[in-house]
């Protein structure tokens, strides 16, 4: 099955500093890739994914990248603000219609005003 | 619209008992997914739903694991004989044609 490895646990950055977030995935199978931010208490939201016929997508601050050969996909979000803390989780689906998402094991960032 | 709801939010029971943790998706999703989630860690598949029939249960732990969709909308995960290692939030999630899986809250259980 699918193994999907996230890096760093932890991340503290200064506010307006980027956050790199980084994952790899075993199963070449996988061709869709869903990042999501989970506050405490909550479930986790879908913030930004990605397809694997694409290598990068954006939306405002935040940006996906895929390197399928590699099998590495990374999570970036610029000029970081408080509200930004949170756990954040990447995750890969395989294709075939509904498929279960196996996720990564969260990153916790922490924004430091 | 509203989103993917889960009662009760909470729910504490003793060792053995039964619990029901119910899950309403959002209108129109086919797809309904239940995950459960460990402290510090990320969630993990249990069942998903095609429909009203389970189209993959491999991650349910064992038999004391059930859950059930009669009319292709609610949910319910039902665990028998409940030991403290399914002490965890369980998560529903639902899924449009497209695929992207939308979460509730969950349900927070402890067994005691």
């Known amino acids: 099955g699918e193994n999907v490895e996230q890096h760093p646990s932890t991340l503290s950055v200064q506010e307006g500093d980027s956050a790199v977030i980084k994952c790899t995935y075993s199963?070449?199978?996988?061709?869709?890739f869903p990042w999501y931010k989970q506050e405490l208490g909550k479930g986790p939201q879908l913030i930004i994914d990605i397809r694997s016929n694409v290598g990068e997508k954006k939306d405002q601050r935040i940006a996906v990248t895929l390197n399928k050969t590699a099998k590495h996909f990374s999570l970036h979000i610029t000029e970081t603000q408080p509200e930004d803390s949170a756990v954040y989780f990447c995750a890969a689906q395989a294709s075939g219609g509904y498929q279960k998402v196996t996720f990564g094991i969260g990153t916790k960032l922490q924004v430091i005003p | 619209g509203a989103g993917v709801s889960q009662t009760p939010s909470n729910k504490v029971t003793e060792k053995g008992k039964y619990v029901e943790l119910r899950c309403d998706p959002i209108?129109?999703?086919?797809?309904l997914y239940w995950y459960r989630q460990s402290l510090g860690q990320g969630p993990e598949f249990l069942i998903y739903?095609?429909?009203?029939?389970?189209?993959?249960d491999s991650g349910l732990p064992n038999d004391r694991f059930f859950a059930v969709r009669p009319e292709g909308s609610v949910s319910t995960l039902k665990i028998q004989r409940t030991e403290r290692g399914d002490s965890a939030v369980y998560l529903c999630a639902s899924s449009p044609t497209s695929g992207e899986q939308y979460f509730g809250p969950g349900t927070r259980l402890t067994v005691t």
């Open positions: 739903f095609q429909g009203t029939g389970a189209a993959d």
């Open positions: 209108s129109g999703h086919t797809a």
């Open positions: 199963d070449s199978a996988s061709n869709y």
